[in-house]
């Protein structure tokens, strides 16, 4: 079970990136799937989230700027990020809690990092 994330890079303040995370491997279903990250000298933390039903929740700092959706069609999320600042300079890291394998385990499971880069 992988999930891979893209779409990071370098951008000025006030532009826009999107990012996506793809699941692959034997994945049943997703019950969640949220993005994070991780700023310079900073703790991780959570930027949205989106559960199966379509509801979602954003951390008040990208309320309004940033748009999380999901695919479903197959195990995928994406991250609209606009009016982008200096501040959501980070590592972004797509987050999934899965069903898995033949016996339906759920558990969480991370992609890799993408970088973003806001520059003033």
């Known amino acids: 079970v992988q999930l891979q994330a893209s779409g990071g890079g370098l951008v000025q303040a006030g532009g826009s990136l999107r990012l996506s995370c793809e699941g692959s491997?034997?994945?049943?279903?997703?019950?969640?799937m949220a993005w994070y990250r991780q700023g310079p000298g900073k703790e991780r933390e959570l930027v949205a989230r989106?559960?199966?039903?379509?509801?979602?929740s954003y951390a008040d700092s990208v309320k309004g700027r940033f748009t999380i959706s999901r695919s479903n069609t197959k195990i995928a999320t994406y991250l609209q990020m606009d009016s982008l600042k200096p501040e959501d300079t980070a590592v972004y890291y797509c987050?999934?809690?899965?069903?898995?394998?033949?016996?339906?385990?759920?558990?969480?499971?991370w992609g890799q990092g993408t970088q973003v880069t806001v520059s003033s």
């Open positions: 987050q999934g809690n899965l069903r898995v394998g033949d016996k339906g385990f759920v558990g969480d499971y």
């Open positions: 491997g034997n994945i049943f279903s997703d019950n969640s």
């Open positions: 989106i559960f199966r039903s379509g509801f979602t």
